[in-house]
């Protein structure tokens, strides 16, 4: 079965940095390229960015120069640098595995497995 964790969240005021972390079990994290989404109250689920079992990332343009996604293979952990931050970054963080990168863009914001989110809160 799938496992994925993430941590990391929590409140931060406007213009902080938070780092969250997506742990999965070590075949998980060997098989899969990485992602994350976030989703906010009444909002739809938004693709953020994602990252290759080789480590090339792939971004959403509205989040680049801000957050940054990275591997360590040897801890099967993915990381979201998250600096600069706005109110407007509040929302649930999810974790998403998917077989290859190029399903992030082909294969919407439903496919994969998940983990159970972490909520960002960024005060102004």
């Known amino acids: 079965q799938v496992q994925l964790v993430e941590s990391g969240g929590g409140f931060v005021e406007a213009g902080g940095s938070l780092r969250l972390s997506c742990t999965a079990s070590?075949?998980?994290?060997?098989?899969?390229?990485v992602g994350w989404f976030r989703q906010a109250p009444g909002k739809e689920r938004e693709f953020l960015c994602a990252?290759?079992?080789?480590?090339?990332?792939t971004y959403n343009s509205f989040v680049k120069g801000r957050f940054t996604i990275s591997r360590d293979n040897a801890k099967n952990t993915v990381y979201l640098q998250m600096n600069r931050l706005s109110p407007e970054d509040t929302a649930v963080y999810y974790c998403?595995?998917?077989?290859?990168?190029?399903?992030?863009?082909?294969?919407?914001?439903?496919?994969?497995?998940w983990g159970q989110g972490t909520q960002v809160t960024v005060s102004s």
């Open positions: 998403n595995a998917r077989p290859e990168l190029i399903s992030f863009a082909t294969q919407g914001t439903e496919f994969g497995s």
């Open positions: 070590p075949q998980t994290f060997r098989t899969s390229a």
């Open positions: 990252i290759s079992r080789g480590r090339i990332p």
